[in-house]
């Protein structure tokens, strides 16, 4: 049913006046007579590109969450993230990197304040995974810029770093850090000057089957469109427990801020890039100083379930061992530095390790966004770009995002 401008009017007339309640009450009247041709649910990084990009093409764009925009209990609340192209042999993701890292600079463009910081990423291992070979041979077919570094040069070139002589490296002198939090909430903040309507506001998950007409908010606004999106990040097993419960497992992750000595530029840039070691025993990653907050460090050793919304975000001692451990091995001189801040988030693995993009089996109209598997966030804007793309023009659909996709063993992709 369509309302009359005239009979909107009206309603806000009596909003203006109406006690609380009853101005509530209007609003919500006013909401039900607007519909948009999609609602994004999810202003983390892949949802805020997606309205981006779908703003982009043209169409009517509603953007929800319940907490606020890449806020501390999401996937995308943390300080920073890796943007990086080493992914092995599979080099998907890596073109993924390439055709996002430009937009990440054209917004830190549009908005005057930084985003990306270049300090290059090292990715090195040991000799049980051929991981740096795989991906030096990846990014020499992609044309992109990169060293090779052998165990000599490694040792040479970060004597700060706690080599056993039996690893090698690959240095990505233009890759680096976002800022995580501060990027997607300057791109939300941009789109809603430019007219997107955006809401604080907790969604109930959908019980219907087939075409879904509307959703409504905790706040018991009804929100109409032609296509939902959701992009709940880890909350997704949440909003589709029988379809997602068991696809994605969000997983506990502790960040570490290392105090490092006064005047010691060893762990800063550019004495020191961004870093990922992988073993076949373990796999971690860290950060120079950034903004004065410390050396970053995180271990992805230990596996333990995570609930977004009830998770105590203290740390914890099992998690402190194992990044004490790692730091006294590989980077001895910060064995007693003191932990000068923390961060707790979590991953969203898939089964695979892919993202996943699919439409909903059993709601035609819905769309399912997310499992960044702890390598998402770089890549939200070529993550946006394709969303609108399957939503508005019927795009076919990446086989390895969807929900029946089965690769290799040992890879992301066929």
């Known amino acids: 049913m369509k309302i009359s401008r005239r009979a909107v009017t009206k309603i806000l007339l009596a909003a203006a006046v109406a006690p609380p309640g009853l101005a509530a009450s209007a609003a919500s009247k006013v909401a039900a007579a607007k519909t948009w041709d999609v609602a994004v649910i999810g202003a983390g990084v892949f949802g805020a590109w997606s309205a981006y990009w779908l703003r982009k093409a043209g169409v009517r764009v509603i953007l929800l969450d319940a907490y606020g925009a890449a806020n501390s209990r999401?996937?995308?609340?943390?300080?920073s993230r890796i943007i990086r192209a080493a992914y092995g042999e599979d080099d998907f993701y890596s073109r993924w990197a390439l055709r996002s890292l430009p937009q990440w600079k054209e917004l830190e463009a549009r908005c005057g304040q930084e985003i990306f910081h270049e300090t290059g990423v090292l990715t090195f291992s040991d000799d049980s995974t051929d991981v740096v070979a795989?991906?030096?041979?990846?990014?020499?077919?992609?044309?992109?810029?990169?060293?090779?570094?052998?165990?000599?040069?490694?040792?040479?070139?970060?004597?700060?770093?706690?080599?056993?002589?039996?690893?090698?490296?690959?240095?990505?002198?233009?890759?680096?850090?976002?800022?995580?939090?501060?990027g997607v909430q300057i791109l939300v903040e941009e789109l809603v000057r430019q007219g997107l309507d955006y809401r604080l506001a907790a969604a109930t998950p959908p019980s219907s089957k087939g075409r879904l007409g509307s959703i409504t908010t905790k706040g018991n606004e009804t929100i109409s469109a032609g296509v939902f999106v959701f992009a709940c990040g880890p909350w997704l097993p949440k909003v589709f427990p029988e379809l997602l419960g068991r696809y994605i497992q969000p997983e506990r992750a502790e960040v570490y801020f290392l105090g490092v000595a006064?005047?010691?530029?060893?762990?800063?840039?550019?004495?020191?890039?961004?870093?990922?070691?992988?073993?076949?025993?373990?796999?971690?990653?860290?950060?120079?100083?950034?903004?004065?907050?410390?050396?970053?460090?995180a271990v992805d050793k230990l596996s333990l379930p995570a609930d977004p919304d009830t998770m105590d975000r203290e740390p914890t001692a099992p998690y402190r061992a194992q990044m004490r451990a790692f730091v006294a091995e590989r980077f001895p001189d910060l064995k007693d530095a003191p932990v000068?801040?923390?961060?707790?988030?979590?991953?969203?693995?898939?089964?695979?390790?892919?993202?996943?993009?699919?439409?909903?089996?059993?709601?035609?109209?819905?769309?399912?966004v997310g499992g960044g598997s702890g390598h998402g966030f770089?890549?939200?804007?070529?993550?946006?770009?394709?969303?609108?793309?399957v939503v508005t023009r019927g795009a076919p659909l990446e086989k390895l995002f969807t929900l029946g996709y089965k690769p290799k063993p040992g890879h992301l992709v066929e």
């Open 74 to 79: 999401s996937s995308s609340g943390g300080e």
């Open 134 to 182: 795989q991906s030096g041979r990846s990014l020499e077919r992609l044309g992109m810029a990169h060293e090779r570094l052998g165990a000599a040069e490694l040792a040479k070139r970060f004597p700060q770093i706690g080599l056993k002589g039996n690893e090698f490296g690959l240095l990505e002198p233009h890759s680096g850090v976002l800022m995580a939090r501060h």
């Open 262 to 297: 006064p005047g010691d530029t060893r762990f800063s840039s550019p004495q020191m890039p961004t870093w990922i070691y992988k073993s076949k025993d373990v796999e971690a990653y860290g950060m120079p100083v950034l903004e004065n907050r410390g050396f970053k460090v």
């Open 340 to 368: 000068i801040e923390t961060r707790v988030c979590q991953y969203e693995n898939t089964e695979t390790g892919n993202y996943l993009v699919d439409r909903h089996p059993e709601m035609e109209n819905v769309w399912i």
């Open 378 to 389: 770089k890549n939200g804007p070529a993550m946006g770009e394709y969303v609108a793309s």
